[in-house]
Structure formats: structure tokens, C-alpha cells
């Protein structure tokens, strides 16, 4: 499941970093969901604060691990936003897996997430400070791989952060 940023500031599944993730997990043979969340694109419904949109990210869960019931993992992936929701998925659903991209740690309460979670973060992100996502991860004891010059949007490092989600994949997938 791969979760999109915000939807007011023009977040959606179409985004080019949700496509760098969703293609990772492609090529590594998963089953990869990505959608819209409510009131984006064609969907329907409005903005909702984090709360629709984990309710939207939850059933999207539960839709594809009833249509895909032989699957030994679920994983979770999500920038900004999206990273802020993936991790309450994470609270409620249990994936074994998550991938936190510039995930928005100082505009939300991102929750507590399980050990072995990828955390991507760009050294010079202009919306999400590095130090905040650093401060968050400490506690929980995450390491926090940091894209050298990386903003927000990762513009001319797409191939570095598929990397990176494509070596973790191949690292801990099994």
C-alpha cells in the first residue's frame, strides 16, 4: 500500500515519489495498491483531517490482503502525509513493514512504528525539517537514511530514492 501527500497541497496517487515507490515494490513482485484518498481526483468524500484518510488507508489494507490471502508480508510505504498516515496503518493494522519518506513529522503526530522501518529524509527539505523527523525518530531508536541535498520533493534524486527503497526491499523482504 503506498500512501500519497497531502491532498490540499495538491498531494495524489500520481505524485512522481508514489510512483518511485510503487515501481520499487513492482519490480520486487509485490501486489502494489495505490489510490486516491477521499475528495482527490475522482474520489469521493473531502479532506478529513487524517482521520477519513486512515479510514481510506484501512480499507484499502483490508481490501488487498482479502484479494491477495497468500501474501507472507504487508507492507506499507508513505511520503509526507501519506508517511504520517502509513504510520497510524501501522498503529492499528500491524503491517510488518513500513517505508516513511519525508514522512511529516512536524506538522502531525506521527505514531510509534516497528523496528526495521525505512525512514528516507532529505538533508535540505524545505516543508519538513530534517531535525524534526530526527528528533521523532530517536526515541524509537530508527535510523533515518539522509538524502545529501535532498528537498521535500527529491527533485533529480527519483533513481536515489528508488534505490534505497529497492535495497531495503532486497534486505528485508522475504
Known amino acids: 500500500l503506498v500512501l500519497h501527500p497531502h491532498p490540499q497541497f495538491h498531494g495524489t496517487m500520481n505524485h512522481q515519489i508514489i510512483y518511485q515507490c510503487y515501481y520499487a ?13 477521499r475528495g482527490v481526483g475522482r474520489s469521493q468524500g473531502s479532506f478529513d ?23 507472507r508480508a504487508c507492507w506499507v510505504a508513505g511520503f509526507s502525509f501519506g508517511g504520517y498516515v502509513a504510520s497510524h496503518v501501522a498503529r492499528a493494522m500491524h503491517p510488518r513493514h513500513l517505508v516513511l519518506v519525508g514522512p511529516a513529522s512536524q506538522n502531525f503526530t506521527l505514531a510509534s512504528v516497528p523496528a526495521g522501518t525505512l525512514v528516507i ?12 523527523t530526527l528528533d521523532w525518530a ?29 535495497r531495503h526491499l532486497s534486505a528485508t523482504a522475504h
Open 121 to 132: 529524509h532529505g538533508e535540505a527539505d524545505e516543508v519538513v525539517p530534517l531535525a524534526a
Open 25 to 37: 515494490f513492482a519490480h520486487r513482485g509485490f501486489s502494489v495498491l495505490r489510490f486516491n484518498f
Open 49 to 71: 483531517h487524517g482521520t477519513g484518510e486512515l479510514s481510506d488507508a484501512a480499507s484499502a489494507l483490508d481490501w488487498a490482503q482479502a484479494i491477495n490471502p497468500e501474501a
Open 138 to 166: 530517536r526515541p524509537h531508536s530508527l535510523p533515518v537514511v539522509v538524502v545529501p541535498g535532498g528537498g521535500h520533493f527529491f527533485h533529480g534524486q527519483l533513481p536515489l530514492l528508488k534505490s534505497l527503497v529497492l
